[in-house]
């Protein structure tokens, strides 16, 4: 003869499962928003190594420009649009710039006199990608 399981048996296991998912669910969606966040930095660190890289190869000014509005990197080399990030449509994440754009001169350092910082959010969970003067990248971790 074959033992089961009860029906009382069965709602009192789902019973338990219940309670236990209830209280997993927000480190979940947490954990998920975070790496969103993590990824739409990287790909911003990402627009601005090709614009830098692209500056160089050309022997041109190459700017790394954002759109906050629609939360979008792009490429731009003369009047050639090489690269488009479309973080919020691809990710769901905003940005928030404190310039508009980057601009890299033929040397690959910065060109102008300002520092940049772009912030990547969602849902309460940010990143910061900063850019210093003469072009570097640094990422607050």
């Given amino acids: 003869m074959r033992g089961g399981h009860s029906l009382v048996e069965l709602i009192t296991v789902l019973a338990i499962v219940g309670v236990l998912s209830a209280f997993a669910a927000p480190n979940v969606r947490l954990a998920r928003d975070q790496a ?5 930095a990287t790909e911003l660190v990402a627009t601005l190594d090709a614009a830098r890289s692209a500056a160089m190869r050309r022997g041109s000014v ?7 509005l629609r939360a ?15 973080l919020g449509r691809e ?7 404190s310039r508009d754009s980057v601009t890299y001169g ?3 350092r910065g060109y102008g006199a300002a520092n940049t910082t772009l912030i990547v959010a969602r849902n ?7 850019v210093s003067r003469l072009g570097r990248v640094r990422r607050a971790r």
């Fill in 72 to 86: 979008e990197a792009r490429v731009i080399v003369e009047s050639d649009t090489l690269l488009v990030h479309s």
């Fill in 36 to 40: 969103i966040v993590r990824d739409g």
């Fill in 124 to 130: 309460g969970v940010e990143d910061t990608v900063t």
């Fill in 62 to 68: 190459a700017v790394a420009a954002f759109d906050t």
């Fill in 91 to 97: 990710l769901g994440v905003s940005l928030r710039a």
């Fill in 106 to 108: 033929p040397s690959g």
